[in-house]
């Protein structure tokens, strides 16, 4: 059966790109978090595409090709098309389960789409080694990116206080620190509005035609005379070490 990811393989690269700015700002977070030296052996679980996966390890200059674990099918095959990547086809349990070792392991906004994660959380705690660190990226239940009304209510519905998988993870036997960064840009209303259309997050998947049209308006109708939209990136990054 295919998911929302299936569907925005093909185009999932450019309605997520933003800004290079914004992409150099969240590669910059994930580095400073991970604490990524060139020797480790990186894993993306939730990967998608690759792009952000590709990003920080030229960023890092990581000696081994990093690992992008990926569920989605066609997703895997766009990043399987990177030479530059090891691609695993699987989601985050089945990963759990795997008889392997490294140094760091990343869930980028993908945590709330995880089944079972106390099982993940005591999987991936018995494969890290002994001084690797986990993170977590997500956002904080309110956010302050230009969602119409709609949006915004699924977003915070479908999102869990940070706090919450802080505490799974500590009850995994996990050392954690929450961390927070914030970016703030301007973006082309028609960039915007043509992610609002590709449904870039999958807050968004159950949204008509028709509905989207109408959050677009509203959003308009918030930034008349505009030509842009303000975006205010929170990001919450959840740090887990191994005591």
């Known amino acids: 059966m295919k998911n929302h990811f299936d569907e925005i393989a093909e185009v999932y690269n450019d309605v997520w790109a933003f800004t290079p700015g914004y992409q150099d700002f969240m590669r910059d977070a994930i580095l400073d978090a991970l604490a990524l030296q060139p020797a480790d052996l990186l894993m993306d679980v939730g990967g998608g595409t690759g792009s952000y996966t590709l ?6 200059g990581l000696l081994s090709k990093p690992y992008c674990v990926e569920p989605s099918a066609p997703m895997a095959e766009v990043a399987a098309q990177n030479p530059q990547l090891q691609v695993l086809c699987e989601d985050a349990n089945q990963f759990a389960l795997r008889d392997c070792h490294y140094d760091k392991l990343l869930f ?3 945590v709330h789409h995880i089944q079972d994660r106390p099982a993940v959380w005591q999987g991936v705690f018995n494969q890290l080694n002994s001084a690797g660190r986990l993170l977590i990226v997500t956002r ?11 949006a915004k209510q699924a977003f915070y519905q479908n999102q869990s206080d940070a706090q919450v998988w802080a505490d799974e993870l500590s009850l995994a036997g996990f050392r954690v620190d929450i961390q927070q960064a914030t970016y703030e840009f301007e973006l082309d209303k028609p960039v915007w509005f043509k992610m609002l259309r590709n449904r870039f997050m999958s807050d968004l998947a159950p ?6 049209e109408a959050g677009i308006l509203e959003i308009e109708s918030q930034y008349p005379q505009r030509s842009t939209v303000p975006v205010i990136e929170q990001l919450v990054l959840i740090v887990a070490h191994k005591p």
């Open 108 to 110: 980028k906004e993908v």
């Open 140 to 150: 904080p239940r309110r956010v302050k990116i230009p969602f119409f009304e709609a």
């Open 55 to 60: 990003l920080i390890a030229q960023q890092a």
């Open 207 to 212: 949204f008509s035609d028709a509905e989207i």
